[in-house]
């Protein structure tokens, strides 16, 4: 199946690793021409170059952080620059640490992930929409979490500020549909990447229990068995991405193995 990707020019933000590079991995097959992003610039050319290597794709890094307010419209303007053009945009953020309410006891936690999750994709979204429209249309595609349809313990800033992020893409895929610009989320479950190990390993200090063992129990919980792997939801999030998935807005979508139980 041809994704209709050839040629368009993609940004994946926070790109560096995870599923942000899972992302961009999958993208580049498809042949789309990437701009990846991060903050630490070794890591990023890295990346990168491993892209490069394993698609024959064409990539250039962007180095931002992009907490700080001008951060997504350079990234969005420097490809742009490169590129000519943008189709599309992968909007993706690191989670904000792990904690229950009692552990945030001041206003300057939940900013932050609130900076961090809702107001990077507000800003990517508003520097995009402009280009998406020249283009005649294009895509944005928020990463958020199985959270914002099951709040997941332990986890209370994720769970407030990433649903935050699907009111926006709602309202977004609403007021920008006429002008064939989609907005989608996709949400991921239990995927094995260095931020699942890092909460696991958050549990493993508060309970004491073996981290390995928390990480094996976690992944026989889910339905299909076992967690998911990066590559399994960068898929997702490529199709989502794609023209070939051109009367799709507005949708939020779980990549979990089963583990959401809701009927919506």
């Known amino acids: 199946m041809d994704l209709g990707l050839r040629g368009k020019v993609a940004i994946v933000a926070a790109s560096s690793k995870g599923l942000g590079k899972a992302t961009a991995m999958c993208l580049a097959g498809e042949g789309a021409l990437i701009t990846v992003n991060g903050r630490d610039a070794g890591r990023l050319a890295a990346t990168a170059a ?6 024959g794709g064409d990539v250039i890094d962007v180095v931002s952080d992009l907490a700080h307010p001008d951060a997504a419209r350079e990234l969005i303007e420097e490809t742009v620059r490169q590129r000519g053009k943008l189709d599309v945009l992968v909007c ?7 904690g229950t309410f009692a552990s945030f006891p001041e206003d300057e ?17 508003r520097a ?8 005649g249309g294009g ?6 979490s199985i959270s914002v349809k099951q709040p997941i313990p332990n986890l209370v800033l994720s769970n407030t500020a990433r649903t935050a992020v ?31 190990r890092s909460i696991s390993e958050a549990e493993a200090d508060r309970t004491g229990e073996d981290l390995d063992a928390i990480i094996r129990r976690e992944g026989e919980a889910i339905p299909i ?28 979508v779980q990549v979990d193995g089963g583990a959401y139980k809701g009927l919506l």
């Open 109 to 125: 936690p939940w900013l932050d992930a609130i900076n961090l999750n809702l107001m990077s994709t507000l800003r990517m979204s």
């Open 128 to 135: 995009a929409i402009p280009h998406l429209e020249a283009q």
């Open 92 to 98: 993706n953020a690191g989670g904000p640490p792990p």
């Open 50 to 55: 491993e892209i490069r290597e394993q698609t």
């Open 166 to 196: 699907i009111g926006l893409a709602r309202s977004l895929a609403l007021e920008f549909a006429g002008k064939n610009i989609r907005v989608n989320n996709i949400c991921p479950g239990s995927i094995l990447t260095d931020r699942i």
């Open 225 to 252: 068995g076992r967690h998911g792997t990066p590559k399994e939801f960068g898929q997702v999030v490529t199709f989502f991405a794609s023209p070939a998935a051109s009367y799709v807005t507005g949708a939020t």
């Open 139 to 144: 895509s944005i595609t928020n990463i958020v």
